[in-house]
């Protein structure tokens, strides 16, 4: 193998053989903000074989302060993070296989996206999505790393199925109206730091070296300057509807997912139709323009805006629509323009 | 009342003598949370009657959403 991997593999646990290993694996990403663009570097560093990394978002100004893939030419175009992480982590090293998705993760969407997939690495912002990956991962018996941050404070956790406790045992509620990153800020040490940890796991998982793994559950304050490491193993529920002896992955039911969602506090609200397919966006371009609209657009999504309100159309015909309160406000919009 | 929460030494008001106030305390109760009292995890139906004795080190993880 090549100088490029030499350092890690002076590093005894990894050594040859590690790094071999590291080669053969493929991770999937979900989520490419801050704790996505940081996990995603450091594997594509290491030399991972594949890695997939999904997003439903582009890259914006506020992103660039703490989104380590991320240039201002991206947030100026508008880029999909996907696309825009892709391009970089193929400028660092050009040995990974990195297979960018534009996607909003449903159910469907997961089933797919795990094929073939040895680790999958939580970067998502929201708790919707992490219980489907913890169902999907105890379905598929793959391994999965929560890490979580807002401010300065953030945590993490492996999850191995049939060892450890999953997230539905550790949490017995989905948390409503927590602060976001949108509302109570977040600062880069403190995404590195749960993004350390997540792809210090990772690469144990990876490199098959299972018996070092941490197990214990983390959480830290940068700023206040608290660590924490606590044993939650007492906490596996034999009865737990994700992970116990009876399982019924109540997450990956369909009808429990919504087609309209509030994205992580920021005045947006996503459309989803209910059977993502290709837009035609040059013909809604057309039509938008000829209305006389200002239409901005890339290969991958056009956007404009009316009053106050900015609507971005992507190619599988999600809607976000950016300045609006509520959802209604937002549908009003949507099927104003686009039926 | 003198304990450790997350490895910091504190001193607590007299009235807050139990898991559930120390979660008020701290403006977590309706958070989703993790205790760890003296190296055990207390189960959730538990905060409200589990009083606090003076040297306990107690560790509360709270779950968060971003990212």
């Known amino acids: ?339 | 009342m003198n304990v450790f929460i997350n490895g910091d030494a504190m001193v607590l008001p007299e009235t807050i003598n139990s898991v559930s106030l120390l979660l008020e305390h701290f403006h977590l109760e309706q958070k989703v949370v993790i205790v760890e009292l003296n190296q055990h995890i207390l189960d959730k139906s538990m905060h409200a009657e589990t009083i606090l004795t003076d040297g306990d080190r107690i560790e509360i993880v709270h779950f968060v959403g971003g990212g």
Not at chain 1, 101 to 121: A, S, T
Request: charged share 20%; net charge neutral; aromatic share 8%.
């Open chain 1, 1 to 339: 193998m090549s100088e490029r991997y030499s350092r890690q593999m002076l590093f005894p646990p990894i050594g040859k053989e590690g790094q071999k290993k590291l080669r053969e694996k493929h991770a999937l990403i979900i989520g490419a903000g801050a704790l996505g663009a940081a996990n995603a570097e450091t594997l594509t560093r290491a030399g991972v074989g594949k890695l997939t990394i999904a997003d439903r978002d582009y890259v914006e100004w506020s992103n660039l302060q703490r989104q380590q893939l991320y240039c201002e030419e991206d947030a100026v175009r508008k880029v999909p993070k996907a696309i825009a992480a892709a391009k970089r982590l193929k400028a660092i090293n050009s040995e990974v296989q990195i297979f960018p998705r534009i996607m909003d993760v449903g159910v469907q969407e997961m089933e797919e996206l795990i094929e073939d997939v040895d680790l999958i690495i939580d970067s998502t912002d929201n708790f919707d999505i992490r219980f489907l990956i913890n169902d999907i991962s105890q379905k598929h018996r793959i391994p999965w790393i929560y890490g979580g941050c807002v401010g300065s404070y953030g945590l993490s956790y492996t999850i191995l199925p049939g060892v450890t406790p999953c997230l539905n045992c550790l949490m017995d509620k989905l948390p409503l109206g927590g602060a976001t990153c949108d509302t109570a800020g977040v600062i880069q040490p403190a995404i590195q730091m749960v993004a350390a940890h997540q792809s210090a796991e990772a690469l144990k998982i990876l490199a098959e070296n299972l018996e070092s793994l941490r197990a214990t559950l983390i959480s830290f304050d940068v700023w206040k300057n608290q660590f924490s490491s606590v044993n939650v193993s007492s906490l596996r529920n034999p009865q737990c509807l994700s992970c116990g002896t009876k399982p019924i992955y109540p997450f990956l039911d369909y009808r429990i997912q919504t087609k309209t969602s509030l994205l992580c506090g920021r005045d947006t609200v996503q459309i989803r139709p209910s059977a993502l397919q290709d837009m035609d966006v040059a013909y809604l371009e057309k039509s938008l323009v000829s209305q006389g609209i200002n239409v901005e657009s890339n290969p991958y999504l056009l956007s404009f805006s009316i009053n106050d309100a900015r609507v971005v159309v992507f190619k599988d015909g999600r809607v976000l629509v950016h300045g609006v309160r509520d959802i209604l406000q937002a549908k009003n919009l949507y099927h104003r323009f686009l039926g």
